[in-house]
């Protein structure tokens, strides 16, 4: 540890994991943007995580940081403290038809050794990012939604406790939860439809192969850009219409392709922002505004971020 962080770390509280200072984010999300962390705090353990918390300064901001799919950080960067769960949280243990997963997992891991014991959950396949994005976005596709499968999670709350919540409390809804916004999630426990391994397998192949076809998967974004405008929870349940798309009202308000710098609304498919290299935070930022304000002069529907943009 250099000394700069040795001295940030003397404003924090003790723990066993490892602090940083200055680290840029944007070596973290992949859209390589993003200004320095105040602090980056990679916990040894829950148990670690929760006394840190706990002693932590209730005025200091925290931030989880997964595996910065979704995301933009601000070029200014995050004040406070980063949370940047390491391999200790990456764990997948399968018994039976139950799956208990570190919120650090990938995604596509946790689908992939499912299928080896044939357990489906395939739908995890082509999302990106960590078991605890998954938690907080009710991730899904392909009909399928995390809160369908989650029976618990446990958190590490702010004030340093750590709490095992059910499914109902956890709050379930269309792209979102009702967990509070300044716990973190550390495990979350599946249950699991057997099927043949053979036949799971197979289902991602073919999810693998319809996605590269429709979307830009070897360069620089961040999955889908804005909400269907369609989704909402209606009664704690998903009810979803599926026929009203973002990208075909981006395309349908002249924005596919459309630029700023070096960031790009993909001509692929339009709902995807796209670094070609160089682009700044603000630089895609700003064209994503522009995207919904010409989507909302030309349809009279805002469209709402689903990337989350974050930092100074």
Known sequence: MNS????????????RGRIMTGKLLAELTWLRVGGPAEWLFQPEDAEDLASFVKKLSPAVPLFVLGAGSNLIVRDGGMPGVVIRLGRQFGYVSIEG????????????RVAVKAADAGLD???????????G???????????????DLCQQVTIVTRSGEIATIGNRQIGFRYRGCRLPADSVVVEAVLECRQDESAELVNRMESQIAYRNETQ??????????????????????????HTMKAWKLIDDAGMR??????????????????????????????????VRARVLENSGI?????????GK
């Not at 700069?4 to 723990?15: F, H, S, V, W």
């Open 216 to 241: 830009p998967t070897k360069i620089r974004t961040a999955g889908s850009t804005f909400r269907n405008p369609s989704g909402h929870s209606s009664g704690g349940q998903l009810d979803i219409d």
């Open 133 to 147: 994005g998954a938690v907080r976005m009710n991730a899904g596709c392909y009909g399928t939604y995390f809160g």
């Open 257 to 290: 392709g459309a630029r700023r710098g070096n960031a790009v609304m993909s001509t692929k498919h339009p709902n995807f922002l796209v670094n070609e290299g160089g682009a700044t935070a603000t630089d895609l930022e700003e064209l994503g505004e522009e």
């Open 4 to 15: 700069t962080a040795e001295n940030g770390r003397d404003e924090l509280p003790p723990c």
């Open 97 to 108: 038809q139950t799956v208990r997963v570190g919120a650090a997992a990938l995604d596509s």
């Open 121 to 131: 959950l395939t739908f995890l396949r082509t999302i990106p990012g960590t078991i």
């Open 302 to 310: 805002e469209l709402e971020w689903e990337i989350l943009r974050v």
